[in-house]
């Protein structure tokens, strides 16, 4: 116990309550030892009974429940999903997926309303990654881009020069 209390590799969490229940277990009472750690009494007090319950075990996290999932299953399927269609296969005009482009398709579709952050990290999570946006060096994604994007125009005027 002593050994945990005085490390310095192993979880915050699992020291502070080594060095709880060593200081306990030295004869010292709850409130110099919330004192001297920086915790409330009533911490010592719940981590030096769950020592006495659950022994070594008590050193350890629980596991916590937390809050329910936001969005169902079912939603979070649908999001990937229709991020690994193309649009153009769904009968959509572009040809590649931006957050903001999916977004709308989920609503406007299948009536998911899900931000556009929540969105990326769904994706992330399964190993998704969003393409970095194409420039005047890359490969367009749309083939008839020229076509839409009509003639070019110099970006300069012409200066007929001085004599």
Not at 5 to 31: C, F, K, L, N
Request: aromatic residues 6%; contains cysteine.
């Amino acid at each position: 116990m002593e050994t945990l209390a005085r490390s310095r590799t192993a979880a915050a969490r699992r020291v502070e309550r080594a060095r709880i229940v060593w200081r306990a277990s030295h004869g010292e009472m709850p409130p110099s030892i919330a004192e001297a750690l920086g915790v409330s009494t009533e911490t010592v007090r719940r981590r030096i009974r769950r020592f006495n319950a659950e022994g070594l075990a008590a050193l350890e996290d629980h596991h916590r429940l937390g809050c329910p999932a936001t969005y169902s299953a079912e939603a979070v399927a649908e999001v990937i999903a229709a991020a690994l269609t193309g649009p153009r296969r769904l009968g959509l005009p572009f040809a590649s997926w931006t957050l903001d482009r999916l977004a709308a398709y989920l609503q406007e579709h299948k009536g998911i309303a899900m931000r556009r952050s929540r969105m990326d990290e769904i994706l992330l999570k399964e190993g998704l990654r969003w393409r970095r946006q194409e420039t005047w060096f890359g490969e367009r994604v749309d083939p008839e881009f020229a076509e839409k994007r009509g003639a070019s125009r110099r970006s300069t005027p012409h200066h007929p020069r001085a004599a």
